[in-house]
């Protein structure tokens, strides 16, 4: 589509001029009311490379990071005493709120008990039944983030197999899984760009095709050589991509009839409802990954296989050479993961929880709808489940394609910065904001008024 990009002096439908005039005036605002985080942040924090402890905390659009002093359900309040109404919620990593109380409990709970001695307890035999039940397959595991899910699952899939190659979407988000960090550029396959200290040609193991197009998928599965296809059920990370109606009925058909393994990782659509998109559109994978609020905001991630997946990995097992898997980390499937997983499952991730995370989706999307209507702008909003962005481009977008053309970085930081100067967070990435069971309807409210009245100072 490329209504993103820079077109006429223009970016989104929005002058140049206008869009950086904005960014100036709102980071300075921000510097203003952060006297004691610029003294700490402003030069970077001392012993960290880059001045941060993670890398990503630079990109954050705002002139130096947040200091955070503390967060409680859907609210993050900073050292200099500004209170933020929350819609980043950590990138889903607090999707159900910072701290929820069940969760609380469980890790003071915990704490007196022991974190970790590579033994189960009683709430890891809770848990192993909360995952059949919630999520449907009948076999898991236990990671500490969905990367590391993804690479053990992947793992499975090339042994039952017997197949090297995985398939992904152009455009998808699997963590830092090195089968995924391939895009299509100038129509072919490639490494991703941008990534660091990258040797190999990732291409050798990897298929790329494009979301929503079942005539690419049945003609790259056709060799005979797919082990699995590792799919979002939605593209989340890059201006979200909604799946065509059928589609998903069609991948799954299609990859049965090539005997090519599915997996789906639900580590944001997880925000569709309780059991993921998975659950409420009936998907059927062999495989299933899920990280990030799955233990309330404890580094956790699940991973599970089908009773026909499991009966293979089980055979495999029995005929290979005896020796390390290459599957699992010693601090994985740890007490206290399991008592906040146990918490999670069975008092926060519930129907009750995600119908208000619904609800109030609902009227945040069509809040943002109608303030981008109202001003004319060539933009949409969208939506999955709990989960909803604003895209600075004409939709819907339909391939991970599409959605680079649309994103607009310039745009989009602006509109970040002062969100945040007008009370409100959303993820720094791709316009990004999730719905708690802590959100309140004044929340949504701020930051529909917040977001309209930032478009209408952009449509002059």
Not at 74 to 84: C, E, F, K, P, Y
Not at 110 to 137: H, N, S
Not at 391 to 399: D, E, K, S, V, Y
């Amino acid at each position: 589509m490329g209504s993103g990009s820079e077109k006429a002096g223009r970016i989104g439908g929005i002058p140049v001029d206008r869009i950086v005039a904005l960014k100036a005036r709102e980071a300075e605002t921000y510097a203003r009311a952060r006297p004691k985080a610029a003294n700490a942040l402003s030069g970077g924090i001392d012993g960290f490379y880059g001045g941060v402890p993670m890398h990503w905390m630079n990109d954050w659009p705002t002139p130096f990071p947040l200091l955070v002093e503390k967060a409680r359900g859907a609210s993050i309040t900073d050292v200099d005493g500004n209170m933020l109404a929350d819609f980043c919620l950590g990138d889903t990593g607090s999707m159900f709120g910072h701290s929820p109380a069940p969760v609380a409990r469980a890790i003071r709970r915990q704490a007196g008990r022991g974190l970790t001695y590579m033994l189960p307890d009683e709430d890891a035999i809770a848990v192993g039944r909360l995952l059949k039940k919630t999520f449907g397959l009948p076999f898991w595991q236990i990671a500490t983030t969905a990367t590391d899910a993804n690479r053990f699952a992947l793992r499975v899939a090339r042994a039952v197999t017997g197949r090297p190659k995985i398939l992904v979407f152009n455009g998808c988000y699997h963590g830092s899984v090195d089968e995924t960090m391939v895009r299509i550029v100038d129509g072919r396959p490639a490494n991703r760009p941008g990534l660091a200290g990258e040797f190999r040609d990732l291409t050798a193991g990897t298929k790329v095709i494009e979301f929503n197009d079942l005539a690419a998928l049945e003609a790259a599965l056709a060799g005979g050589d797919v082990a699995c296809v590792i799919a979002e059920p939605v593209l989340t990370n890059s201006c979200m991509v909604l799946a065509d109606p059928g589609y998903h009925d069609g991948l799954r058909r299609l990859t049965r009839a090539a005997g090519t393994l599915l997996l789906i990782d639900e580590t944001h659509t997880i925000s569709t409802g309780l059991g993921g998109y998975t659950r409420r559109h009936g998907l059927g994978p062999d495989l299933f990954v899920l990280g990030k609020p799955v233990a309330g905001g404890v580094p956790a991630s699940v991973w599970g296989m089908s009773e026909d997946v499991a009966a293979r990995f089980r055979a495999y097992e029995k005929e290979k050479t005896p020796g390390y898997s290459g599957m699992g980390t010693t601090l994985s499937a740890n007490p206290l993961q399991f008592a906040a997983m146990r918490a999670t499952l069975e008092e926060v991730m519930t129907e009750a929880n995600y119908a208000h995370m619904e609800r109030l989706a609902a009227r945040l999307v069509d809040g943002l709808s109608a303030a981008i209507a109202k001003n004319g702008l060539p933009w949409h909003a969208v939506r999955v489940g709990a989960r909803v962005e604003f895209i600075c481009a004409p939709g819907p977008l339909r391939t991970g394609g599409e959605a680079e053309g649309a994103h607009a970085p310039a745009l989009e930081a602006a509109i970040h910065v002062a969100l945040v100067n007008r009370g409100v967070l959303i993820a720094p990435f791709h316009n990004m904001m999730l719905v708690s069971p802590a959100t309140t309807v004044r929340q949504v409210d701020r930051l529909v008024a917040a977001f309209a009245a930032i478009c209408a100072e952009l449509a002059g």
